[in-house]
């Protein structure tokens, strides 16, 4: 199956910073790709579509301006957690499509990335 | 938009057992997806299955797509079989998967 790498898979830091999450397609070009956030004991909620070359879309409930969202290429997704606070501890993963359409079609997920706030 | 139900929220099995796992959902799908997170939270891809039968090893799924509901049979359970499926279903073209609240597996030795 297609390969989805995240960085870092784990990040502690302090509150009011901002942390960088990557999301990268190794071996395939994904045009969109999917972030989702699980907090403990829970399923998987997604947060937002990533278009690469425009705006991501988030969903309801999100907020935007916390969780900026970067595509800049066919191969990195990035998501960034502004100014970080102890509730946005919690499981990030991202996935995408192996195929240029995502319907109808598998899609891969990275390993994770856990952050904790302090 | 599209809701997925999945059942029983908890399971304990013997090893060596057989257990069935369900996934409902609401709407008609282009996507429907099995997964098994390890205790280190990755996602492993069990089976793609939007409708159909497949197999692989002691694992098996089948989708009724007409009637909206997808099955996960594991046979003859083991110890490393432990821990949550997830059912995910996308409907239409957003290629959004939606998750089920999943099912905790755990297999006694």
């Known amino acids: 199956g297609a390969v989805v790498s995240q960085h870092p898979s784990w990040v502690i830091c302090k509150s009011g910073t901002s942390v960088k999450i990557e999301c990268r397609s190794l071996?395939?070009?994904?045009?969109?790709m999917f972030w989702y956030r699980q907090f403990p004991k829970q399923s998987l909620m997604l947060m937002a579509t990533?278009?690469?070359?425009?705006?991501?879309?988030?969903e309801q409930g999100v907020e935007k301006d916390k969780f900026l969202i970067n595509h800049a290429s066919l191969t990195l997704s990035t998501l960034t957690v502004t100014s970080a606070h102890p509730e946005d501890s919690s499981f990030y993963i991202c996935s995408a499509y192996s195929r240029t359409t995502v319907r109808d079609t598998e899609a891969f997920f990275g390993q994770g990335t856990r952050l904790t706030v302090v | 938009g599209i809701q997925v139900e999945q059942s029983p929220p908890d399971l304990i099995l013997q090893e060596g057992a057989n257990s069935t796992l369900r996934c409902n959902f609401s709407?008609?799908?282009?996507?429907l997806q099995w997964f098994h997170q390890n205790p280190w939270g990755q996602l492993i891809n069990l089976f793609y299955?939007?409708?159909g039968t497949k197999q692989n090893g002691r694992l098996s799924a089948t989708t009724v797509a007409t009637e909206r509901y997808s099955l996960l049979y594991i046979s003859s359970s083991q110890t490393t079989d432990s821990g949550v499926y997830f059912c995910a279903a996308c409907s239409g073209n957003t290629g959004k998967l939606i998750f089920g609240q999943g099912t905790t597996l755990q297999v006694k030795p």
């Open positions: 299955i939007p409708s």
């Open positions: 071996d395939f070009q994904a045009t969109t």
């Open positions: 709407d008609s799908v282009n996507n």
């Open positions: 990533s278009n690469e070359g425009s705006k991501a879309t988030y």
